[in-house]
C-alpha cells in the first residue's frame, strides 16, 4: 500500500459543477497536509495548506481534513475551465526540516 | 521575488553525456527540494538540504546521480552518464521552516536520446 493514495481520474465535470478530489493516507503521524494546483507543463503551486483537523476555505476552494479516517479532501464550487489541472495532496509529520509526501494527483477537466 | 529559478527550462542529451540541472532557490528559504515527475512514477522526491546541509538522499537512484548546494542560493543536480529512462521533468522546490508550503520552479525537461 502506497503512503499517500489519490484516484488519478481523469475526472470530467461540467462548468459550474462542484468538485471533490480526496487523498487517503496511512501514515496517522501525518498533521500538515497541503494541495497543490498543476497545470500542463508547469511547477506544482500551493494551493491550500492546513493543519490537524477541520476544514479551511479560501474562496471558491475549501479542504477538510479527517485525520480519524485519515481521509483529506479539497472541493470547488462553481468550477471554471481554468480550474483543468492536475490536483495533487501532500503531507507530512512535521512542519519543519521534514519531507513532505505527495500523492500521485488527479487530472480534472472542467468541460465549458 | 523572482520565485524558484531552474535552468535549463528543456535539456536534450545523448546517452552517456554528462547533464547538470541548476536551481537557485527563493531568497531567505532554507530547504531545498529535487523531485523528479514521470508520468508512470508521478511527483518523486529525490534529495533534500536544510541549511544546505543533505538531510536525505535515499531517492537518488544511483551513484549516477548526485547533488550539491554550495550555499544558501545554489543548487545543482548532475547525473553521469546519463541514460534514457532518466528523461523526465526535474523540479526544485524551496521553503523556509516549511511553513506555508513549498514553492516549486517551473522545472528542467530532460530528455536522453
Known amino acids: 500500500q502506497k503512503e499517500v493514495e489519490q484516484d488519478p481520474g481523469p475526472l470530467s465535470v461540467p462548468e459550474g459543477a462542484i468538485v471533490s478530489l480526496n487523498c487517503t493516507y496511512s501514515n496517522s503521524a501525518f498533521q500538515y497536509f497541503m494541495w497543490y494546483r498543476q497545470y500542463s507543463r508547469k511547477g506544482p503551486e500551493l494551493l491550500m495548506y492546513t493543519y490537524s483537523s477541520g476544514n479551511k476555505e479560501d474562496g471558491r476552494f475549501t479542504a477538510q481534513v479527517d485525520k480519524s479516517s485519515k481521509y483529506i479532501s479539497l472541493f470547488i464550487r462553481d468550477s471554471q475551465p481554468s480550474d483543468s489541472a492536475t490536483y495533487l495532496c501532500?503531507?507530512?509529520?512535521?512542519?519543519?526540516?521534514?519531507?513532505?509526501?505527495f500523492g500521485p494527483g488527479t487530472r480534472l477537466s472542467v468541460l465549458p | 521575488d523572482a520565485g524558484v529559478i531552474q535552468s535549463p527550462r528543456h535539456e536534450v542529451t545523448e546517452m552517456g553525456q554528462e547533464v547538470t540541472l541548476r536551481c537557485k532557490p527563493i531568497s531567505g528559504h532554507n530547504s531545498l527540494f529535487w523531485y523528479r515527475q514521470t508520468m508512470m512514477r508521478g511527483l518523486e522526491l529525490l534529495i533534500y538540504f536544510n541549511n544546505n546541509v543533505p538531510i536525505d538522499d535515499s531517492g537518488m537512484p544511483e551513484d549516477r546521480f548526485s547533488a550539491k548546494m554550495p550555499n544558501a542560493s545554489f543548487s545543482t543536480l548532475k547525473i553521469q552518464p546519463s541514460e534514457p529512462r532518466d528523461s523526465a521533468v526535474y523540479f526544485c522546490a524551496s521553503t523556509y521552516r516549511g511553513g506555508n508550503g513549498y514553492t516549486f520552479g517551473s522545472g528542467t525537461r530532460l530528455t536522453v536520446v
Open positions: 501532500a503531507m507530512s509529520g512535521s512542519n519543519y526540516g521534514q519531507n513532505f509526501v
